[in-house]
């Protein structure tokens, strides 16, 4: 990580690979770049006016409108990716994302616990329930389906989204066939419902081995992941 | 030493990384790639592996948006 970072930060004529004369190749098209910091400050000025904006008509607008932006700004700034992360140790051999995801998972399994247990205790419905469902083949078929597309599409949905922010065009076309792929998936989703999810059993893990139970299983389960992640990157590196 | 220069404006990730790979695998010792890419996160996930590998790598940003990534096979 800090390796690539500081790549890039001593990037002009500091190379210590040696190029032959040829290869002015590339400095002949750089140009003078364009400072783009007043437009980092219009942008600046105009999402927070659109922010007031929202948060007179709704609060919740507003809130959606913030988490949204910090959302992709750390999905940009640290280049994290959940395609990546599936498919490198495959391709390359490195886990590092995959270990950044398996973090990501432990510290949202405390955080939602934390939610759910707190409104279990007050006597409050547990919220998200509606999201657990049974596992079903269509689970496994969704997920195939949805694994070859993000590797063709070089990108999953919060990484398609990121990238069409960037001004990646390519990435366009991958999000006009992800809004068509998803309300064809919701057109559809309730024969699948009838057909196939609905006929397995939903299982809240809480039920089964209690909160602190059902936590710490899911923990150990990530941990024994992230380790064999990383034997997996040590194996590979031989 | 030659220089090889490969240009992957426009690929998404993973192209420019399978790209790479089978490029270095085709060189000979001591050449150099040039892989120019404009896609964010192959910037980051090339110049991991390719140092995983044990080659030099350099990134150089030539514009806004669009980088050079430059691989010695040293080995």
């Known amino acids: 990580m800090t390796e690539t970072s500081n790549a890039e930060s001593s990037n002009v004529k500091t190379s210590s690979i040696r190029r032959s004369s040829s290869s002015q190749r590339g400095s002949r098209r750089k140009k003078a770049k364009k400072n783009q910091i007043p437009y980092g400050v219009a942008l600046f000025i105009g999402l927070v006016i659109i922010g007031i904006f929202l948060n007179l008509k709704s609060e919740k607008l507003a809130l959606f409108w913030v988490t949204g932006i910090s959302f992709g700004f750390i999905l940009q700034r640290s280049r994290f990716c959940f395609t990546a992360s599936m498919r490198d140790p495959y391709l390359t051999g490195g886990t590092s994302l995959t270990r950044a995801v398996l973090i990501a998972f432990a510290i949202t399994t405390i955080g939602f616990t934390a939610i759910k247990y707190g409104a279990h205790v007050q006597g409050l419905p547990v919220p998200g329930m509606s999201y657990v469902v049974p596992i079903s083949f269509a689970t496994i078929i969704g997920a195939i389906l949805f694994g070859i597309g993000m590797v063709i599409a070089g990108g999953c949905a919060s990484g398609t989204l990121m990238r069409v922010g960037e001004g990646f065009w390519m990435q366009v076309l991958s999000l006009v066939f992800f809004v068509i792929g998803s309300l064809w998936g919701a057109h559809d989703f309730g024969w699948w419902k009838y057909n196939f999810i609905s006929k397995g059993k939903a299982i809240f893990l809480p039920d089964v081995f209690g909160w602190g139970g059902a936590l710490i299983i899911q923990l150990a389960l990530i941990a024994s992941l992230y380790v064999f992640a990383m034997k997996y990157e040590e194996s590979k590196n031989q | ?75």
């Open chain 2, 1 to 75: 030493m030659n220089e090889h220069v490969l240009d992957c404006f426009g690929e998404a990730c993973p192209v420019p990384l399978v790209k790479a790979q089978n490029k270095m695998k085709e060189i000979e010792l001591d050449d150099i790639l040039v892989l120019q890419i404009d896609h964010s996160c192959a910037m980051k996930n090339i110049p991991e592996w390719a140092r995983k590998e044990g080659y030099n790598v350099e990134v150089e940003e030539i514009d806004d948006g669009e980088w050079e990534i430059i691989i010695e096979k040293n080995k």
